[in-house]
């Protein structure tokens, strides 16, 4: 069992985190916002007053935080805890960032001696707290083998795809097929309501069909469909649309890097920019079906 200190605690990191107290880390934790870290102390976690105060004697540091500039300015901005990371921890980022970002830190992390992977996540909220998630890895393969303990506790699969950076890549391809793919099921069962079909029966259809997906499957975009979807709790509690359009904008920029065409990806990202100004941005990604909805 490892000393964890665990930082941001949202819909994703208070599971993880609750996880690993559960399998017996000792687990301490920090999130801006204080009822985040009474609920991960609730299950089983050590609370503490500051990112900093995570650090103390910890083998194991893992983030979870939005974007790249909250990893960058965990890590490296003014007061960033990388100089507080004792010698010899191990540093996780599960969050979903810029390539370049994660390289960045990584090797401002290897100047300090320290051990860095990015280990962006697959499988959503319901993943996090089965602990059934899947961590695609960019870094060292024996970082990752002294990553695979910690990582196991929270998920069911794991990926290598490359050195520091790779997993942001991996998981941006994953992001952008799961925007278009959203985004074309809610079309699809819209049209079929206009039609008079009942949205329940035509995604159980779709289910076992050739287009079936994950969307139809576990987050169907249509409430009432599946009980326990974010649609069917007013979008709430999920992956949000704002987190989808910053991996969005990150596939593009990383689409520009190598001049690769992206129309579907694209098209996707203005979707969820629509959405977002229609005021969504909070809620979970498939509340972009609403753009489409009728009456
Ligand atoms: P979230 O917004 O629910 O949680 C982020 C947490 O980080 C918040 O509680 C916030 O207070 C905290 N935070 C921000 N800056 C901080 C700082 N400097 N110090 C401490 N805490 C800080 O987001 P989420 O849904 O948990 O997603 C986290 C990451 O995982 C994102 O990069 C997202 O793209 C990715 N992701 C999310 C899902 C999902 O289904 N929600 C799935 C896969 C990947």
């Not at 964890?4 to 801006?32: E, S, T, W």
């Not at 390289?103 to 860095?116: D, F, I, P, S, T």
């Not at 997906?213 to 009432?224: L, M």
Request: hydrophobic fraction near 50%; include cysteine; charged fraction near 15%.
């Amino acid at each position: 069992m490892s000393r964890v200190a665990f930082i941001g605690l949202g819909n994703m990191g208070g599971p993880m985190a609750a996880n690993l107290a559960k399998a017996g880390h000792a687990v301490r934790v920090f999130d801006l916002v204080p009822a985040a870290i009474q609920a991960a102390a609730d299950a089983g976690a050590t609370p503490a007053g500051s990112a900093r105060d995570t650090l103390a004697d910890a083998e194991v540091v893992i983030s979870m935080l939005p974007a790249s500039r909250h990893v960058e300015g965990l890590y490296l901005g003014e007061g960033g805890i990388l100089d507080a990371i004792p010698a010899g921890a191990l540093v996780i980022d599960c969050s979903t960032i810029a390539p370049a970002s994660a390289r960045k830190v990584a090797e401002a992390a290897a100047k300090r001696g320290l051990q860095m992977i990015d280990a962006p996540v697959s499988g959503g909220t319901a993943g996090a707290q089965a602990g059934t998630l899947t961590f695609i890895v960019g870094g060292d393969e024996q970082a990752l083998e002294r990553a695979r303990p910690v990582l196991q506790d929270m998920g069911r699969n794991i990926f290598h795809v490359g050195g520091n950076g790779a997993g942001q890549v991996a998981k941006l391809c994953n992001n952008m097929a799961l925007g278009v793919i959203m985004a074309a099921t809610g079309e699809a069962i819209a049209l079929g309501v206009a039609h008079g079909l009942d949205p329940k029966v035509l995604s159980q259809m779709m289910a076992v069909s050739t287009g079936r997906s994950w969307a139809t499957e576990v987050c169907n975009p249509w409430p009432g469909v599946l009980e326990n979807a974010p649609a069917s709790r007013g979008y709430t509690g999920g992956f949000g649309n704002d987190l989808m359009l910053k991996d969005l904008g990150l596939a593009a920029e990383a689409a520009m890097g190598v001049g690769a065409s992206i129309p579907l990806g694209e098209l996707a990202r203005n979707l969820y920019a629509m959405n977002s100004q229609a005021g969504n941005g909070a809620l979970d990604f498939s509340s972009v079906v609403k753009l489409v909805q009728r009456g």
